[in-house]
């Protein structure tokens, strides 16, 4: 069945620096979201990536979707204490299809 | 507009107890789903439905029913409950053409 693989499981940064998030699928994917959850939290919703190689950006978060559509990242320039939590990624492998979850990338930062 | 409401919030059952978790959303979304999450697992999918009527299983359906009477309305039911199904449960919807999910606020269960 349709699997969504997710590294690191947990990533400690020192404030200021730079943090990534990968994301692989066992199948090629219409399109994946990006999702945050902080502690104690649910998921929010960040983004939607649909095109090969799509690549974007939300002010300090950089979001791209591989040209197979088979894998995606998330990059973090210059962490802050307010980016704390654990990001997912999630996939379809059609348009009306279930929604699928990586298990997600704990983030803490350190001031 | 309250967006998606699970009830209860939090849950103490004891093995063999049967009980229903309620998700409710407002949004008119066709599709709504059931997730558990539990440490270093992610979310994973239970059950999920595209529509009024229908519903389909997930990654982990096991031990769980659910039911879709009601397009703003999607029940969980766990007929026995096991330790194993101590976990955070989430529901979430979206409108049909993969747009983003809303989320619950989650629903903690435990199963002494």
């Known amino acids: 069945g349709q699997q969504v693989m997710q590294i690191p499981q947990y990533q400690h940064v020192q404030e200021g620096e730079d943090f990534t998030t990968y994301c692989n699928s066992s199948?090629?994917?219409?399109?994946i979201q990006w999702y945050k959850q902080r502690p104690g939290g649910h998921p929010v919703f960040l983004i939607q990536?649909?095109?090969?190689?799509e690549v974007k950006k939300q002010k300090r978060l950089t979001f791209q979707f591989g040209e197979a559509k088979k894998n995606s990242s998330l990059h973090i320039t210059a962490t802050q204490t307010t980016d704390v939590g654990t990001y997912f990624c999630a996939g379809r492998t059609s348009n009306t299809g279930k929604l699928i979850f990586g298990q997600g990338t704990t983030l803490q930062v350190k001031p | 507009n309250a967006g998606v409401t699970q009830t209860p919030k939090f849950r103490v059952l004891k093995t063999g107890q049967s009980m229903t978790l309620l998700c409710a959303q407002d949004m008119n979304h066709e599709y709504m789903y059931w997730y558990r999450q539990d440490p270093g697992m992610g979310l994973r999918l239970i059950h999920y439905?595209?529509?009024?009527?229908?519903?389909a299983k997930g990654e982990v359906p096991d031990g769980y029913n659910v039911s879709r009477l009601k397009k703003q309305n999607f029940l969980l039911g766990l007929e026995s409950a096991a330790p194993s199904q101590t976990s955070v449960y989430f529901c979430?919807?979206?409108?049909?053409?993969?747009?983003?999910?809303?989320f619950g606020q989650g629903t903690r269960l435990t199963v002494v």
């Open positions: 439905s595209v529509g009024e009527g229908t519903t």
């Open positions: 990536l649909v095109k090969s190689g």
């Open positions: 199948t090629t994917l219409s399109n």
């Open positions: 979430a919807s979206n409108h049909q053409g993969s747009t983003e999910a809303f």
